[in-house]
């Protein structure tokens, strides 16, 4: 079982950043990054850098069949995007089945909250794969989608990918890139 919990370390990380890519302190869109209207609808891009603060719940594990099945591992963590000067604290719930022979597989869970400073709420989902690269070392691209729910946040979506890369499936404190687009429906 020690594997099983190792690959759920480097998941956590890897999930968590893309959850924190949603997240606006500002009630007025952003200025930065590129930005582009289309349908009274305004668009901008941005990127974002991971940090992994911590793991609330490790979940439940259980081994079968060859692949360690993660349900509900509940972490921490922030994101930053000096491309459009937002950060944000959040909450995820992780679930992955992923080969306890490679560490690979599926990965999938949702963003209970993501909550900025001047109190925006941010939920959502994720879903992507993890694969082995050279080195040895894992590469895991998570695909996002959030919605502002309340606060400063309400109205704005997010569409995003995530790339984590790491030699160590253990590793809790790495970062991760992160990319896409902000959604305005409303522009103010």
Same mark, same amino acid.
């Given at each position: ?11 956590? #990380?890897?999930?968590? *950043? @893309? ?7 500002? =009630? &007025? ?5 590129? %930005?582009?209207?289309?349908?009274? &609808?305004? +668009? ?13 719940? =490790? ?6 069949? #060859?692949?360690?099945?993660?349900? #509900?591992? $509940? ?19 992780? /679930? ?8 690979? #597989? =599926? ?13 925006? @709420?941010? %939920?959502?989902?994720?879903? *992507?794969?993890? @694969? ?8 895991? $691209?998570?695909?996002?989608?959030? !919605? ?5 946040? !309400? ?11 790491? /030699?160590? =499936?253990? /590793?809790?404190? +790495? ?10 429906? /409303?522009? !103010?």
């Amino acid at each position: 079982m020690k594997g099983s919990t190792t690959v759920v370390r480097m998941l956590h #990380g890897v999930v968590l *950043g @893309v959850a924190l890519a949603a997240c606006s302190e500002s =009630p &007025v869109a952003p200025t930065a990054g590129p %930005a582009f209207a289309k349908g009274g &609808v305004t +668009f901008t891009e941005f990127t974002a850098t991971y940090v992994a603060t911590g793991l609330l719940d =490790p979940g439940t594990q259980k081994v079968e069949a #060859g692949v360690v099945e993660t349900r #509900g591992l $509940t972490a921490t963590g922030m994101v930053i995007s000096t491309t459009l000067g937002i950060s944000c604290n959040a909450v995820v719930e992780i /679930n992955s089945d992923l080969l306890l022979s490679n560490a690979t #597989g =599926p990965v999938w869970g949702k963003m209970i909250e993501c909550v900025t400073a001047d109190e925006g @709420v941010w %939920a959502g989902s994720f879903d *992507g794969y993890r @694969v082995m690269s050279t080195g040895p070392s894992w590469v895991t $691209t998570l695909k996002l989608v959030f !919605r502002g729910v309340s606060g400063s946040a !309400r109205g704005y979506q997010v569409r995003a990918t995530q790339v984590a890369t790491s /030699n160590d =499936p253990a /590793n809790l404190g +790495f970062t991760a890139d992160i990319s896409g687009v902000l959604f305005d429906p /409303n522009p !103010r």
